[in-house]
């Protein structure tokens, strides 16, 4: 699920977290795991912040937890753009996707070893769901930055991290990088078992 160039050396002034690793595309079935919904359920998270009609962006979607419930809520007008590194983890989203009767709503990407592949999405992006996947990223600086680049103005990011995983000073040094990349906080929801802050880009 990294996204990004794995083969560099992260920079400890712009990376923020450590923990970069490869998730493998077939534990991906884990974290869609039904039983995540009594803890993590994608209706409840998502309400607040999708509507019919957007454009969202997707980095390290999984298999589709949430992936799914946002090609719902956007509805036939809107889209979903799911971002991975893994060729085997996008297929596999895009048949999950599909058995929903929900292809229609979703373009995949593979990542390419540069960059995020955000590539002709420019002040696009309605609302960017960065879900459990930002302590993966070797370079965050610049992981932002191409984010915030997508949104529209005015745009969300919700950035959620396992708390279990990332501590309160990792997560204080990605929101500030956050920060740097021209997002200003908007909120702090109350995700159980995650460390939160919704993002919005200026106007």
Known sequence: MILMNTESTPNPQTSGSHHHHVFPWWAGYLLANPLRRLWHDPATILAPLVREGMTVLEPGPGLGFFTIELARRVGAGGRVIALDVQPQMLAGLQRRVAKAGLADRLETRQVPTSGLGVEGLAGS???????????????????????????????????????????????AATRRLAGDAGLEVAGRPDIRRSRTTLFAKGR
């Open 125 to 171: 992006v309605d609302f960017a769901l960065v879900f459990a996947m930002a302590h993966e990223v070797p370079d965050q600086a610049r992981f932002f930055r191409e984010v915030a680049a997508s949104l529209k103005a005015g745009g969300k990011i919700l950035l959620a991290e396992p708390a279990g995983r990332v501590t309160a000073d990792e997560f």
